[in-house]
């Protein structure tokens, strides 16, 4: 049992054990960059792997962009004071810091790639997608695609801490999903109250669930994974074969760590259905589950 005031966390088989805070914070995080200890980055566990290196990068542009989509929802829901509050005090900020803290382990788990070249190259690309035909058609039902976003970088941090060996990686990972599991539940109570409101079917819900899955899976990582593949691949052209290769390789990963069980509540608590019907729905759930930021 820990005294120091400190959590640490179960470690994989090899791992060395680095402490979590405790959060003392339900309403925020309760760390910040500076928190990380990445002086203890254990590179030889993480340099060789190639796959590691495309997701982690990839997610610190997505995340560190965060602030082009809280542009388009405070727009969305600007006559909602508490959305736009926690929008721009607190969801952004932390968000950006995910982005942030991941393009310090990229830096220093591989030196020689050049992030800010890079970075460019994917900005350029994904600020022609982030426009507001991303926004679903209502607010309850942006407010349930938001809950798929949440529910996908939940799971995704969840696997990569409880997967990874490096044990900086292990922390780093489990304090943004906790992160994201808190984003998911404010979105989810916004979806509530909107919800009470506008009252959408069953069925619309389930659409906007499904296509946000798929618009994760074909937009933000290929948009990512593509400057990615060019800078590793000099002279190269890129082909969709290749991202397809990549895809393939994160879903062996993703069929043996994914916390399936975990992502399918999440994802069907929106759809609120009951016992019956969730066991029915819950393998094709699952499935679209696997998809989540691949
Ligand atoms: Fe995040
Ligand atoms: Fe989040």
């Not at 002086?39 to 602030?67: G, H, K, N, P, W």
């Not at 969709?240 to 069929?255: G, L, P, Q």
């Amino acid at each position: 049992m820990a005294t120091d005031g400190l959590q640490h966390q179960p470690t994989a088989p090899g791992s060395s054990p680095v402490p979590v805070m405790r959060r003392k914070d339900k309403e925020g995080a309760s760390w910040s960059i500076d928190d990380i200890p990445f002086d203890l980055l254990e590179r030889d566990q993480v340099q060789d792997d190639e796959r590691l290196f495309y997701l982690l990068a990839s997610a610190s542009f997505i995340e560190i962009t965060s602030d082009l989509y809280t542009d388009m929802l405070v727009d969305f829901f600007r006559d909602d004071d508490e959305v736009v509050d926690w929008l721009e005090g607190s969801w952004k900020k932390e968000e950006m810091q995910h982005g942030a803290a991941l393009k310090r382990y990229v830096q220093m788990a591989w030196p020689d790639f050049d992030w800010e070249v890079v970075y460019r190259e994917f900005l350029a690309a994904y600020s022609q997608l982030c426009t507001v035909d991303q926004l679903a058609a209502s607010r309850s039902l942006e407010m349930a695609s938001r809950c798929v976003v949440e529910t996908g970088t939940a799971s995704f941090y969840r696997m990569l801490s409880e997967q990874s060996r490096e044990p900086v990686l292990r922390r780093l990972a489990a304090e943004i999903s906790a992160d994201e599991v808190r984003h998911y539940k404010h979105f989810y109570r916004y979806f509530r109250r909107f919800q009470a409101v506008e009252q959408p079917g069953r069925a619309a819900v389930l659409r906007t669930l499904w296509s946000r899955t798929i618009a994760i899976d074909t937009q933000d990582a290929f948009c990512a994974f593509k400057p990615l593949y060019l800078y590793r691949h000099p002279g190269a052209s890129f082909h969709s074969r290749d991202y397809a290769a990549y895809r393939d390789d994160v879903r062996r990963m993703v069929k043996s760590y994914f916390p399936h069980e975990m992502a399918t509540k999440m994802l069907l608590k929106p759809l609120q259905l009951n016992a019956f019907v969730g066991r029915a729905v819950v393998p094709a759930m699952t499935s679209a589950a696997r998809l989540l930021f691949l």
